[in-house]
């Protein structure tokens, strides 16, 4: 007892203190913040309140706890932590031994990855009888099945609510007509969603998520369609999977109602618009005007976009967007970012007049207040950077753009937002300009930009251009660096990249480093692109300072490639170039046992070697002193029949102590030789 009363005693003394510190900091730091701000107050809220009370302007209040969000611990923890070059991808890490090597690689194993996860949320979904049991503590609802089915049977307002939420269109359209046929009126609300969800999808079901494709004759036939389509080029008539039928659902229910309102005329006309109906989408605006309604953002936007559409020349096309603009304004409807993008992304279209009004449009967003995102700098870019146009004179846009955007993180706020680091990338690229896409690189690693770079494949296009710019603009010595820090943790680099990075070699005269950019090449899975083989073989042949037997090692495993590849099918084809260079690889190292073996190749193939070859390869049989390997020459030369063979026959019997064996074995080809000719 008499110990549990000094404890009592002890903890309340420790309690007093710890108040009295408490009261005195704050004492400190109210007498501090006042003598900083003297026209001001300042209140401490008490322990109990968690969020700041509502003050006035001139009050400042400064509470005592503050509410953390519940990742607010992880994202300080990652925060502590930089990319690791060294390490694979997030999603491989778990499974190091199907870490991804080649890009290839990296598609299937992330494809499969998904693939597995979403057929097993599909035979979750498909019977969710057999997983109700929860072993999650708390619970985790999206661990749980999800209901797919529908649970209300009969006929009723509910229930066609229910098919709308679950996104089941034909089901949704066939009940509403039954609701109709037994004389039961649906409200309005529930018939605008309807009418959302309808032209959304375009009148047609979506492509259920976790479903396994059943593959039929159908579906073989459309993808052989596509795989077509894919071959001869993509039209711009393929964009739209399915266009805008005359009369569909979406019209004919909203024919049925006898007082749509904005919100009807809003689905009908912003679903036009998606599928290619704009002159209709323009109709139908006009219905909305005579029915003395008020048009709302969303409308607004939708016909912008579509604006292009409905005319031809550039000046019709701009006018039609202010006409839109100014009825906004009259019927006091306020623009958003949205809204202002679409002005953007349709001023692409207006040639010249694009560039005249680009900028007046940026200074209208920020006179409301409305900050511009990726999409609208990658919009007002693409308005004066077209692909392929000469852009002289035209780099001062670009670094006006990089000084607005550089330093920010940004947030998705429109689907067009993944497309400005590879549109602001290829203008650097096009107009080398080297400073200018550091600083995009840089913005990228601000924040969470890095998920606006888009999917894999803009992933990939992005790196393709730096790493082509890198090439081009920097020393061997920066663009390795940056080289070994992004390859391959985020990027693999494709055969051009790296046709890219060997020309860079060249002119930089560092060739000591092909070995190594050859295993690179071939873990990176391009060791069996022939143009990119032949470039290497070329580069080869040409070194003199480089030590000969790693170049003669490099070869004699790239003639490795060109015998056979998997499943003994040959990979590549020679050619006279490619046997030709790494026979002087070969001779250079001094390996002409090696070298002796990849002449025969030509025979073997059908190719003919040059003069200057059969000259060098004699040179070096000369230092040796091998007449039997030097006579072997001449009937290589005379079995291609080529006009130079008494040539080499006069070489050997000037340089070479012959026997009369020998002799008559010469005699008798340089007879054979001026015959043939």
């Not at 003395?292 to 607004?300: C, G, Q, S, Y």
């Not at 992304?345 to 005249?356: E, F």
């Not at 080398?432 to 840089?442: L, N, S, T, W």
């Not at 020393?475 to 390859?487: P, Q």
């Amino acid at each position: 007892m008499v110990f549990d009363h000094a404890l009592g005693v002890m903890a309340s003394s420790c309690s007093r203190a710890l108040r009295h510190h408490a009261c005195k900091s704050s004492r400190i730091l109210r007498i501090h913040l006042q003598n900083s701000w003297p026209n001001r107050s300042f209140a401490l809220n008490s322990a109990a309140d968690q969020q700041p009370a509502v003050s006035s302007l001139e009050e400042i209040v400064i509470p005592k706890k503050k509410t953390w969000s519940k990742e607010a611990v992880l994202q300080a923890l990652a925060s502590t932590v930089n990319r690791d070059p060294t390490a694979s991808d997030y999603r491989f890490q778990d499974d190091p031994y199907l870490a991804p090597k080649t890009a290839l690689e990296f598609k299937l194993f992330s494809l499969s990855q998904e693939a597995g996860r979403n057929a097993a949320k599909y035979f979750i979904n498909k019977y969710p009888n057999y997983f109700q049991k929860d072993y999650a503590h708390p619970h985790i609802p999206c661990l749980m099945p999800e209901t797919l089915e529908a649970q209300i049977e009969e006929a009723s307002e509910a229930a066609l609510a229910e098919r709308v939420q679950l996104r089941k269109v034909k089901a949704a359209v066939d009940l509403y007509d039954q609701l109709l046929q037994a004389g039961t009126t649906v409200s309005l609300d529930v018939t605008n969603e309807l009418l959302e969800l309808i032209c959304f999808y375009g009148d047609c079901d979506p492509a259920q998520e976790n479903v396994p494709e059943q593959r039929t004759e159908e579906t073989e036939d459309v993808q052989e369609e596509a795989q077509a389509k894919k071959a001869r080029g993509a039209k711009p008539s393929d964009a739209l999977r399915t266009p805008w039928k005359e009369n569909n659902n979406a019209e004919r229910i909203f024919a049925l109602l006898s007082e749509p309102n904005t919100r009807s005329y809003s689905a009908l006309i912003r679903g036009m618009v998606k599928y290619g109906a704009s002159s209709r989408a323009f109709s139908t605006y006009t219905d909305l005007l005579n029915s003395r309604l008020t048009a709302d953002v969303h409308i607004f936007t939708a016909l912008i976009a579509a604006a292009p559409d409905v005319q031809e020349k550039y000046n019709e096309k701009w006018d039609l967007i202010v006409d839109l603009l100014k009825q906004m304004a009259e019927q006091k409807v306020k623009p958003d970012l949205l809204t202002f993008n679409a002005v953007l992304k349709a001023l692409r279209r207006c040639g010249s007049v694009g560039k005249s009004q680009a900028f007046p449009v940026m200074r209208e967003m920020k006179a409301l207040n409305i900050d511009p995102c990726l999409a609208s700098y990658g919009h007002v870019l693409s308005i004066f950077y077209k692909a392929g146009a000469p852009v002289q004179g035209q780099k001062d846009i670009l670094q006006e753009v990089m000084y607005e955007v550089s330093g920010k993180s940004f947030t998705p706020q429109d689907p067009d937002d993944a497309q400005f680091f590879i549109t602001a990338m290829r203008i650097c690229l096009d107009t080398k300009d080297i400073e200018q896409a550091y600083r995009v690189h840089e913005l990228l690693g601000v924040g969470d930009n890095w998920r606006l770079v888009g999917d894999y494949v803009k992933q990939n296009i992005y790196y393709a251009r730096f790493f082509s710019l890198l090439c081009l603009m920097e020393s061997v010595d920066v663009m390795m660096k940056w080289y070994r820090d992004l390859v391959p943790s985020v990027y693999y680099p494709s055969s051009n990249v790296m046709t890219d990075l060997l020309r860079a070699l060249d002119t930089d005269n560092r060739l000591e480093l092909i070995p190594q950019i050859w295993k690179d090449i071939k873990t990176l899975g391009h060791g069996n692109r022939q143009k990119l083989v032949e470039d290497l073989l070329a580069l080869m042949a040409r070194e003199t300072h480089t030590p000969q037997d790693s170049l003669a090692d490099c070869a004699l495993d790239i003639r490795s490639l060109y015998s056979t590849g998997d499943r003994g099918k040959a990979l590549m084809s020679w050619t006279a170039g490619s046997l030709s260079d790494v026979i002087s690889v070969l001779l250079a190292a001094h390996r002409r046992a090696h070298a002796w073996e990849t002449l025969k190749l030509f025979k073997t193939h059908n190719r003919v070697p040059s003069v200057h070859l059969l000259n060098r390869f004699l040179t070096c049989v000369k230092d040796s002193g091998d007449v039997d390997e030097a006579v072997e020459l001449v009937k290589m030369s005379a079995g291609f029949c080529l006009p130079d063979t008494h040539t080499l026959i006069q070489r050997i019997q000037q340089e070479f102590e012959l026997s009369p064996q020998h002799r008559s074995i010469l005699s008798d080809l340089e007879i054979q030789s001026f015959s043939s000719d």
